[in-house]
């Protein structure tokens, strides 16, 4: 006698999908250890993450910030949810920032991180802002921040998916 396995009468529910997401950020990181580790976490992340770079501004400090501003508002896809790095706010902790990524990617907008240039952002990007988020009361150069903002991303994915990359306890 043969058995066969009866065959579903519904297909599974599809997973929703995740919101895109994306970082845009002023200059080149070129050859170096920073992108090392931007490249290490960016072939780990999911979804993955599309770096956009755009070219330093040149001029005066504002002159600077307003057209690396320009630059940066053209750049984004339409209705994003853009979150720039700014020291302003005060920094989460790793869970917290998890929880944030999850619902972030959870909606249907694509979600656009920014890091600025050498002069910081321009008023007219932090005004688009719908989250803004720091990674502490340091300053950083701007390429180290972006090694930095990709290894936090990972290490949410990371906690939402309970992998133990991420050990929250303190030997």
């Not at 599974?12 to 997401?21: F, G, H, S």
């Not at 090392?36 to 780990?44: G, S, W």
């Not at 949810?81 to 929880?99: C, E, I, K, M």
Request: with cysteine; hydrophobic share 40%; glycine share 8%.
């Amino acid at each position: 006698r043969i058995w066969t396995k009866p065959r579903p009468t519904q297909a599974p529910p599809e997973r929703p999908r995740l919101a895109d997401w994306r970082l845009i950020a002023i200059g080149r990181i070129g050859r170096g250890p920073e992108a090392d580790l931007v490249a290490r976490y960016i072939t780990r992340l999911r979804p993955a993450l599309t770096i956009t770079e755009i070219q330093d501004g040149r001029g005066t400090g504002p002159e600077i910030k307003r057209r690396e501003g320009d630059a940066i508002l053209a750049a984004l896809p339409p209705q994003s949810f853009v979150v720039p790095l700014d020291l302003g706010p005060p920094a989460p902790d790793s869970s917290r920032l998890a929880a944030l990524v999850q619902t972030w990617l959870d909606q249907p907008r694509p979600v656009v991180f920014v890091i600025g240039g050498a002069e910081g952002l321009d008023a007219s990007v932090m005004n688009r802002a719908d989250h803004v988020l720091s990674l502490g009361p340091l300053t950083w150069p701007h390429m180290l921040a972006r090694a930095m903002l990709c290894e936090q991303l990972y290490r949410a994915r990371a906690i939402v998916a309970g992998h133990p990359y991420h050990r929250s306890g303190r030997p």
